[in-house]
């Protein structure tokens, strides 16, 4: 017979440093608010010098995010490029590329169009949640 592994047992307490993310540390939060995720969004080694170009890797992410993610970023006449790819489909990680002309960095491309995806899809929820609401839709199938 096999002995089950007992789990490990901590042998000292580790004090908080500075370098821990903000989420271990006490922060004042709204009612509503979600705690944010530091370790979700990762800049990647190879950004540019003046930031116009970078690239992120999103964490437990698919296509479902990277496709829309990528259309409205693209939407924005400041950005030359955007693209996303999944390294590889047994990791739920989503590296996307940012290229920009110089007016804005990368990093604010990304909160433009993280910000622009937030909105749009807060819209498409307020209108589904009127019809529904208001019962202002067909009942037949095309």
């Not at 089950?4 to 500075?18: H, V, Y």
């Not at 390294?87 to 996307?96: F, G, T, Y």
């Not at 993280?114 to 009127?130: A, G, N, P, R, Y």
Request: net charge negative; hydrophobic share 30%; with cysteine.
């Amino acid at each position: 017979m096999s002995e089950l592994a007992q789990p490990e047992q901590p042998t000292q307490q580790q004090q908080p440093t500075n370098e821990e993310p903000l989420e271990d540390q006490d922060q004042e939060m709204d009612e509503g608010e979600e705690a944010l995720d530091l370790e979700k969004i990762k800049l990647l080694p190879g950004a540019t010098d003046d930031g116009t170009a970078a690239s992120f890797q999103i964490i437990d992410e698919d296509h479902t995010l990277g496709n829309a993610l990528r259309y409205i970023i693209m939407k924005n006449p400041n950005v030359e490029f955007c693209g996303y790819s999944i390294p590889h489909p047994s990791e739920a990680k989503l590296n996307i590329r940012i290229q920009t002309y110089g007016d804005i960095t990368a990093v604010q491309a990304l909160h433009q169009g993280l910000d622009d995806l937030v909105k749009v899809c807060t819209h498409i929820e307020e209108e589904f949640s009127t019809k529904i609401t208001q019962r202002d839709y067909g009942t037949e199938e095309p």
